[in-house]
């Protein structure tokens, strides 16, 4: 695949369809190790933007995310 060949959301479903299976991310949170694959984080990023589309949010609204502090951001 050459640089630009495909759109940016084509080429995130082939990503994602080549390492769904593959761990992502990995944190300690409630006495144990939490693993999260590509495939949890998409189905998580589908579900927050589920919610935001239930909103009448425009393109140039502004949107808080409040969050625990934790090493993952």
């Known amino acids: 695949m050459q640089p630009y060949e495909v759109s940016l959301k ?24 939490s ?15 589920e919610k935001l589309a239930t909103f009448s949010l425009s393109p140039d609204d502004k949107v808080a995310v409040l969050l625990d502090s934790c090493p993952e951001y």
């Not at 082939?14 to 949170?29: C, E, I, V």
């Not at 693993?35 to 933007?49: N, Q």
Request: aromatic share 10%; net charge positive; proline share 0%.
């Open 10 to 33: 084509e080429f995130l479903r082939r990503t994602l369809d080549q390492s769904a299976g593959l761990k992502a991310f990995s944190t300690f949170r409630g006495g144990g190790l």
């Open 35 to 49: 693993t999260l694959t590509y495939r949890d984080v998409i189905d998580l990023s589908l579900l927050v933007a």
